[in-house]
Structures are given as structure tokens and as C-alpha cells.
């Protein structure tokens, strides 16, 4: 077990010098891994896991703590952005196996998983110099079969919006490894505090209809309805100053 747990925490540790180091990337992809701590231990084991980053990654992995939910209380390990090339290139540091075998054996209950989420700069709504807060919502969508198209044109629709209107970020990625459960897309939505849950944008309907026309949003809607076959949400919490 910790053999294979060593495999696949290693397959999404890349740190980010090694990214910008190519010619060019076209996109930015990062790396979940879904851990369970010891109960009791899980002051102690982010401590551990960010002093890790910080020898072994210069600082550039980054640990949130799953919120609500089924999975409430254990955390995402979280590296990137990557690319696939990048993750052919990379070299563990010295001493990498045996810290990451000792944090392993004293904090964590189970291994769940490792996803890869790559980005889809055309469908987020992006601002470069927009400071992010460090909160999340993961909403993960299943999409009926065939949909993906409908769905991309829909998003570019709410999109549009969006950026006319200067609304909150969001981000869009899909899973390159399609998961058997078929919730292989995300939106992630930042922001700062539980109060952007009381926030209502009640100017939204307006705002799409003069881009879409009368009526366009109840449309949008139906469309959304179409297009998905289920949804979840989860809100993950990162240390201020770390993002996405």
C-alpha cells in the first residue's frame, strides 16, 4: 500500500518551475489527491504537509480542507498548475520519499484518489490581476451523454454575461481520465467569505437578456436542465494567501 500511495502522490507533485520552463503551455491542469487524516491529528498533519512544500516544492503545493458534505473534514492535496510534459521532466528532490513515507505512515487514515482538473481558459471567466480569496466551491457535473457540446455553448453564453457585466470569476475544467461515476467537469467558483451565499445578483436576468434576448434565461435554464444529469457541490478551504 504505501508503495502504490508513494506512485500516486509523486505522479501529481510537479512544481511549477518545472511548467514555466517550457517553450509555451496551453493550458494549466492540477492535481487533487483526496486523503482521510487520523482522527486527531489534523492540526498537526497540515502543519506537516505545508513544512513538505515548502522543503520539497518550493512552497508551491497546497492543502484544503473539504468543508461539507460526505467527505467533510478530509482535505484535498492539491499541486499545480502542470502539464503533461512537465510530469515527464520532473525529478524527485532528495529526500522527498522518505518525508513523504513519514507523513504518510503518521497522519493519514486512507488514500482515496488522485484527479487530474485541467482548465478551459475559454469557458472561465478570468480577471489576471483580480485578487482571489481563498475559498472554494466545487461543483462537479455530470453531463447526459453527448451533451458536452450543448453545454460548452452554454456556458460561452452565461460567460459573455459575465465579462460585460465584470461578475465574479469562475473557472471550468474537465477530467482528462474520465471518472467511472461520470463527474468529469467542474466549475470552481472563488470567494472569501461564507457570506457570498447570502449574495444575490438580482440584476442577472436583465443583464443576460440584453446580451440573449427576451426570455433567454428561462431557456438557458431548460438548456442547463438537458445538458446535466446531476450535480454536487463541495466548498473547500485553502490557507489565506493560496489559490485555486
Not at 75 to 103: C, R
Not at 139 to 160: P, Q, R, T, V
Not at 184 to 207: C, G, T
Request: charged share 25%; proline share 3%.
Amino acid at each position: 500500500m504505501k508503495k502504490i500511495l508513494l506512485t500516486m502522490l509523486c505522479i501529481g507533485v510537479i512544481v511549477i518551475s518545472n511548467a514555466q520552463g517550457e517553450k509555451e503551455s496551453s493550458y494549466e491542469m492540477y492535481a487533487l489527491h483526496h486523503i482521510t487524516i487520523k482522527q486527531g491529528k489534523a492540526e498537526a498533519a497540515l502543519k506537516k504537509m505545508k513544512e513538505h512544500d515548502a522543503k520539497f516544492h518550493e512552497g508551491k503545493g497546497y492543502v484544503g480542507t473539504i468543508l461539507n458534505g460526505k467527505n467533510a473534514g478530509d482535505v484535498y492535496w492539491t499541486y499545480g498548475p502542470m502539464t503533461f510534459t512537465a510530469m515527464d521532466e520532473y525529478k524527485l528532490p532528495e529526500g522527498h520519499s522518505a518525508d513523504n513515507n513519514q507523513i504518510e505512515a503518521e497522519y493519514f487514515e486512507e488514500y482515496h484518489s488522485l484527479n487530474f482538473w485541467k482548465n478551459n481558459i475559454d469557458l472561465s471567466n478570468h480577471y489576471p490581476d483580480k485578487e482571489l480569496g481563498n475559498m472554494r466551491l466545487f461543483e462537479y457535473i455530470k453531463l447526459n451523454s453527448g451533451k458536452y457540446e450543448d453545454f460548452s455553448g452554454l456556458i460561452k453564453k452565461h460567460l459573455e454575461v459575465y465579462k460585460k457585466n465584470n461578475l465574479e470569476s469562475f473557472y471550468f475544467y474537465s477530467n482528462p481520465f474520465p471518472n467511472k461515476d461520470g463527474y468529469n467537469h467542474m466549475l470552481v467558483i472563488p470567494f472569501a467569505k461564507m457570506a457570498f451565499f447570502d449574495e444575490e445578483n438580482k440584476e442577472y436576468k436583465s443583464q443576460f437578456e440584453a446580451i440573449h434576448g427576451e426570455g433567454s434565461l428561462k431557456k438557458a435554464g431548460e438548456e442547463w436542465n438537458n445538458c446535466v444529469e446531476g450535480i454536487y457541490v463541495e466548498l473547500v478551504a485553502f490557507p489565506p494567501q493560496e489559490k485555486k
